[in-house]
């Protein structure tokens, strides 16, 4: 593990750049940046799906999604770094069919909803989708990991199955009502 921070802030940042783990600077606003923002915002609701009564085994999934995203973050902080491989997919393809298998078929749009930590799970999905567009526009610019783009394509789909196990276990699913506030 790299040096340790005694003393948190710098400085070094007023001026709108900030460091990479490389040692470069870039500006604040980059696509880097955003895409490091993102995948930081997501891990933080991650974190907050956690704090909610969960099932073992949704528990120890995302604890393990928790350090593969800051292993992602890890990878946008130096640029050209590639930390996540097939493996990382695969198991989290292993958990969303595992989960899936115990749901019942989706038939029909569900709204989010369903107890707390289901709410948190749709939050959380919103999130990841949008912290992959910001690391598929990165890597329009420059080298990104695919392994990662691609874990983060899988990790929505899981955080919506996630949602919809929690729901169940929770206040149920909300189905979507078309039309519902027609006249």
Not at 14 to 41: C, F, H, Q, Y
Not at 42 to 62: G, M, T
Not at 121 to 142: D, F, M, N, T
């Amino acid at each position: 593990m790299g040096h340790r921070l005694s003393k948190i802030y710098t400085r070094t940042g007023d001026a709108g750049s900030t460091g990479l783990a490389d040692g470069s600077r870039v500006e604040k606003d980059s696509p880097r940046i955003e895409a490091m923002g993102e995948v930081d915002e997501l891990n933080s609701h991650i974190a907050l799906i956690l704090v909610q009564p969960l099932p073992d085994a949704v528990r120890e999934v995302l604890i393990d999604v928790q350090h593969a995203l800051f292993d992602i973050g890890g990878e946008m902080a130096i640029p050209g770094a590639m930390t996540l491989n097939e493996n990382y997919v695969t198991r989290l393809e292993q958990s969303l069919d595992g989960f899936n298998e115990s749901l019942p078929m989706l038939k029909e749009f569900i709204l989010p909803g369903g107890g707390a930590a289901a709410v948190a799970a749709h939050i959380a999905r919103a999130l990841c989708r949008r912290a992959e567009r910001r690391v598929l526009s990165l890597s329009r610019l420059e080298t990104v990991n695919e392994h990662s783009r691609r874990y983060l394509n899988r990790l929505s789909d899981l955080l919506f199955v996630l949602a919809r196990v929690l729901a169940v276990g929770e206040a149920g699913e909300v189905y979507w009502d078309p039309g519902r506030n027609k006249a």
